[in-house]
């Protein structure tokens, strides 16, 4: 029997609009048909089960960008280089030959001595295409392995609100919490601070950001809740 085609593979990333399936298929979740032709609705993973064709939609997923400054976990070592968690439905590469400044030389080099399992790193998303691993890079000003802080995951559609107009919120919780914020596109947020409870204050607000980004006035709402949780805890030094 002839197959009838299909024009990704099963798993890959898809975004709305795409063309799925032609032919005698079915739509699944996250699909829709038109004529004899299959497309997807939301950003996701197609998957296709005999003539059933669905997207599996990527809610809390990033979608990577090139010149996109994301913050990623090591999760394999390898001999060229590292895989990273960057949030992304593909784990990003980090080339060994971009973080050694002399020429790489993979005999000589222990990579675990540069960044371990676990470590996280400010990068910059220099490639990527749906058909392969998005590329990284840290060796540009500003990008690198992160030594300190406390790291929280926001959706990623939310960072845009969370920086406000012309920088407006985030400069704003950075200034009252007196805390270092470095916002990841993907949605990984590191933030540095004095002491602990300042590190927990800004954690709050973003929080709240993430939970009321559909409302107006919010900024103004998040800086009286950093004031009144400083007072409070003023008071509760001095008693």
């Given amino acids: ?29 996250n699909t829709y ?3 004899k032709k299959i497309f997807a609705e939301r950003i996701g993973l197609v998957e296709y089960d005999n003539r059933k064709v669905r997207v599996v939609a990527l809610r809390a997923f990033y979608i990577p960008r090139i010149g996109d400054v994301v913050i990623g976990m090591i999760t394999e070592v390898g001999f060229n280089g590292w895989e990273v968690d960057i949030n992304a439905p593909y784990t990003a590469i980090l080339r060994a030959s971009d973080v050694l400044e002399r020429g790489f030389r993979p005999q000589k080099n222990d990579l675990l001595s540069i960044l371990d399992i676990g470590d996280l790193v400010i990068a910059k998303v220099t490639a990527y295409d749906r058909g392969s691993n998005p590329v990284i890079k840290i060796s540009e000003p500003g990008l690198g392995k992160i030594s300190r802080g406390q790291l929280i995951k926001v959706t990623p559609t939310k960072i845009p609100r ?71 805890r003023r008071k509760n030094v001095q008693t």
Avoid: W
């Fill in 162 to 232: 969370i920086i406000g107009r012309k920088g407006s919120m985030i400069s704003m919780i950075k200034r009252e919490t007196n805390c270092r914020i470095t916002l990841g596109q993907n949605g990984l947020i590191i933030i540095s601070g004095k002491t602990r409870e300042d590190e927990q204050l800004a954690i709050m607000a973003l929080r709240k950001v993430e939970d009321e980004s559909h409302t107006s006035g919010l900024t103004d709402r998040i800086a009286e809740m950093i004031r009144k949780e400083k007072e409070g």
């Fill in 1 to 29: 029997m002839k197959s009838l085609p299909t024009f990704f593979e099963s798993k890959e990333l898809v975004t709305p609009g795409d063309l799925l399936a032609e032919g005698d298929y079915i739509a699944g979740e």
């Fill in 33 to 35: 048909q038109e004529d």
